[in-house]
């Protein structure tokens, strides 16, 4: 084609037809020009649908992610929920204000206070995105916004859950240890045999809890429960919100 334009400017120059020389050669620039723009566009377009393949896959994945997350949210409020209910008549126990009259109640309550629930966010595909620097790949300001909330309310869970650690071990676990045969416990627990059967009996929990550390230390897990439970229903509802913004921008690709 190039080879073809050529011979007709010699023809042109031969026959001294400047002023029509003149207006091919100008022509000839403004197909070249075209030429190169339509590249351009067709090389953007190109790097375009490369972006908008990227940021597809991170969606998808979040979306993963975040479904995953409800999945263990749901399950850890309720067990949070049951976990402030078992402390919570312990309490009233101690204070002669309900008392339990099963043993094998008793003996589980009590074993379920070592128990530590923790939630952990599969938030792998968010670090990867910050970490590659490539959040920018999501043009949604909504996604965004979003996932910088929920990374903040991951820490403080993460925050959360070393504080609360913490507190199991001063002020529950020492006393458990101390007052309470934990072999003979745990099988009352883990069992679907009577506590008796493995020489449990009320008397065996009265230093336990008559110790006002131990007392101390369940009113802070449920405190603790308490905020967590807020927590975790603030983080599943920015999720839900989160995973419907991203089902709708897959569903527009």
Known sequence: ?????????????????TSRYLKYAIGEIILVVIGILIALQINNWNEDRKTRQSEIKYLTNIKLDIERDLVALDTQIKLRKNKFATTESLILHIDGVKPISDLDVLSKNVFSTINEERF???????????????????????????????????????FGIEHEAFEYKEYINKQLFKFVDMDKLKKAFY???SAKNYGLNFKHFDNLLKSLEYKNGLTISNTISQIFIESYEEIKNKSTKLLEIIKKE???D
Do not use: A
Not at 1 to 17: A, D, G, P, S
């Open 120 to 158: 952990t966010p599969n938030n792998s595909t968010y670090t990867e995105l910050t970490s590659s620097g490539n959040l920018s790949l999501i043009e949604n300001d909504s996604i965004k916004r979003l996932l910088l909330e929920l990374e903040e309310l991951y820490k403080d869970n993460q």
């Open 1 to 17: 084609m190039i080879k073809f334009f050529r011979q007709i400017r010699y023809k042109l120059m031969e026959q001294n037809k």
């Open 191 to 193: 069992k679907k045999v």
């Open 250 to 252: 897959l569903k527009n």
